[in-house]
Nanobody
């Protein structure tokens, strides 16, 4: 079965950096879109970034554009989220999610950061940005 495991979260001061990893198993990574989402208590889960295909351009939520970079290593079945210039507002539990492009490609192209377009989810990793 498909499993996604996030790692790399932690506590960092404002302006610092973290790199999150999402290790995937049970799937062929280049057949899936991978997204990163985050959630704080009392708020809806929001899409942060996604990469739909190896040849496609990544998507970023406006508040992280220019600070976060998503990348994937299909051979290692791992997707990364490099987070720079972190702000207190970035504090959240971060989740990675996967969606098979063959079944949801059209919906992903229209709403790449909609959480209901993703079928598989990791357990999440906490990111805390605080001085």
């Amino acid at each position: 079965q498909v499993q996604l495991v996030e790692s790399g979260g932690g506590s960092v001061q404002p302006g610092g950096s973290l790199r999150l990893s999402c290790a995937a198993s049970g799937l062929t990574l280049n057949e899936y879109a991978i997204g990163w989402f985050r959630q704080v208590p009392g708020k809806e889960r929001e899409g942060v970034s996604c990469i739909i295909s190896s040849r496609g351009s990544p998507y970023y939520e406006d508040s992280v554009q220019g600070r976060f970079t998503i990348s994937r290593d299909n051979a290692k079945k791992t997707v990364y989220l490099q987070m720079n210039s972190l702000k207190p507002d970035d504090t959240a539990v971060y989740y990675c999610a996967a969606s098979r492009f063959a079944t949801k490609g059209r919906r992903l192209m229209v709403l790449p950061l909609a959480s209901n377009n993703y079928d598989y989810w990791g357990q999440g990793t906490q990111v805390t940005v605080s001085s």
